[in-house]
């Protein structure tokens, strides 16, 4: 037994250190969430919203965002037309503690694992709100897509760039890239 340990100790070091962050970051988001009213949406939604709508305002769109009365979602309004919900799950921050995790797990020198995973934070963050700003816009022309839209294309674009960001990781700067 001791022989197998030692031979996948890289491997079970890896897989013990991502799940181990990723629970804790899973555990301290959810207290986080706790935090709020059942009706209410949390602070990193509403900052989420409120970028998009930045967003749509650069480029002249007739956007209008706010809080649901009734619901824990901020409603996106575009063209005077509703046509999306912003909820807790749209502001990647599950994205993101996965991206960390893997990060942390395959870690390499700590300055440059701490600048990488803000960088990755940043590229996840931005590609999410320009992709609530496209959704809110093809959504608004092609609703009945909405399924191919918002459950496979913009998810596998989200997903892909965390992926490549792990092998440029992997790849160059983790304690294995030698």
């Known amino acids: ?10 491997f079970l070091i890896f897989i013990s250190t991502f799940f181990g962050v ?20 949390d602070g990193i939604t509403n900052v989420v919203g409120h970028n998009v709508n930045q967003l749509m305002d650069l480029f ?17 309004w575009y063209n005077k037309r509703y046509t999306l919900r912003i909820i807790e799950g749209c502001n990647a921050i ?14 390499g020198k700590f300055k440059t694992t701490l600048f990488f995973i803000l960088f990755g934070i940043l590229i996840i963050y931005l590609l999410n709100v320009i992709r609530i700003a496209l959704l809110t816009v ?11 839209l918002h459950g496979v294309l913009f998810p596998l674009v ?3 760039v965390v992926f490549i ?8 700067f983790s304690k294995y890239a030698k």
């Open 94 to 107: 599950s994205v993101i503690i996965l991206f960390i995790s893997f990060i942390v797990a395959f870690s």
């Open 22 to 41: 990723y629970i804790l970051l899973t555990v301290v988001y959810k207290f986080y969430l706790n935090s709020f009213e059942i009706n209410d949406v």
């Open 1 to 10: 037994m001791r022989k197998y340990l030692l031979q996948f100790k890289p």
């Open 158 to 160: 989200i997903y892909g």
């Open 60 to 76: 002249n769109c007739d956007i209008k965002i706010f809080k649901s009365i009734t619901n824990p979602y901020i409603e996106v």
């Open 138 to 148: 093809l959504l608004f022309h092609f609703p009945e897509k909405e399924h191919i």
């Open 165 to 172: 960001l792990w092998i440029i990781w992997v790849n160059k």
